[in-house]
Antibody, heavy 119, light 113 residues
Framework: EVQLVESGGGLVQPGGSLRLSCAAS????????MTWVRQAPGKGLEWVAN????????HYVDSVKGRFIISRDNAQNSVYIQMNSLRADDTAVYYC????????????WGQGALVTVSS | DIVMTQSPDSLAVSLGERATINCKSS????????????LTWYQQKPGQPPKLLIY???TRESGVPDRFSGSGSGTDFTLTISSLQAEDVAVYYC?????????FGGGTKVEIK
């Protein structure tokens, strides 16, 4: 069974940093793109970033470019997102997601990690 | 970026009746090399992560009831719930998988009338 478990969320002051982790199990981690999607309180879904199988290709939404860094460790079956220069509008539940392959959507999601940016 | 526009924002449908949600993309999401539309639909219930319903615009994910169907091509897509059940109350999102950033629509809230 595919499992994705996020950790590292919490309260951080504006301008601060936080690193989220997503531990994956139940599949061959190194063969899948991995993605972070976020959802601000009461709002819709926003795709944040993804990373290819060996970490050589990464993509970001414009609003986080230059502030967030996605990475992965295939030996640890984990994907990370380092969030720097955090702003109030980064407050959201951050989901780790894995697609089903062949550009066919995200079949697997974690339960999410809440990040609150506030003074 | 490809902008995804859903309509309506919300709708109330009687149990057993049809619910129809529309999604329009600002650019075609049809991949001409394989003739697949890179358009997915998700269902999200409160306090839960999204659940994949439909991919490639019209292919139902395993385990999804057949009352859910997707249609459309190019820039215009539709999710139909043929006979609304109480457990279908949720927010539904479309997403394009054609080009990064892989943008979502704003969501459609489905309620019981």
């Amino acid at each position: 069974e595919v499992q994705l478990v996020e950790s590292g969320g919490g309260l951080v002051q504006p301008g601060g940093s936080l690193r989220l982790s997503c531990a994956a199990s139940g599949f061959t981690f190194s063969t899948y793109w991995m993605t972070w999607v976020r959802q601000a309180p009461g709002k819709g879904l926003e795709w944040v970033a993804n990373i290819n199988q060996d970490g050589s290709e990464k993509h970001y939404v414009d609003s986080v470019k230059g502030r967030f860094i996605i990475s992965r460790d295939n030996a640890q079956n984990s994907v990370y997102i380092q969030m720097n220069s955090l702003r109030a509008d980064d407050t959201a539940v951050y989901y780790c997601a894995r697609d089903r392959g062949a550009a066919a959507g995200y079949a697997h999601w974690g339960q999410g990690a809440l990040v609150t940016v506030s003074s | 970026d490809i902008v995804m526009t859903q309509s309506p924002d919300s709708l109330a449908v009687s149990l057993g009746e049809r619910a129809t949600i529309n999604c329009k993309s600002s650019q075609s999401v049809l991949h001409t090399s394989n003739n697949k539309n890179y358009l997915t639909w998700y269902q999200q219930k409160p306090g839960q992560p999204p659940k994949l319903l439909i991919y490639w615009a019209s292919t139902r994910e395993s385990g999804v009831p057949d009352r859910f169907s997707g249609s459309g091509s190019g820039t215009d897509f539709t999710l139909t719930i043929s006979s609304l059940q109480a457990e279908d109350v949720a927010v539904y999102y479309c997403q394009q998988y054609f080009r990064t950033p892989l943008t979502f629509g704003g969501g459609t809230k489905v309620e019981i009338k």
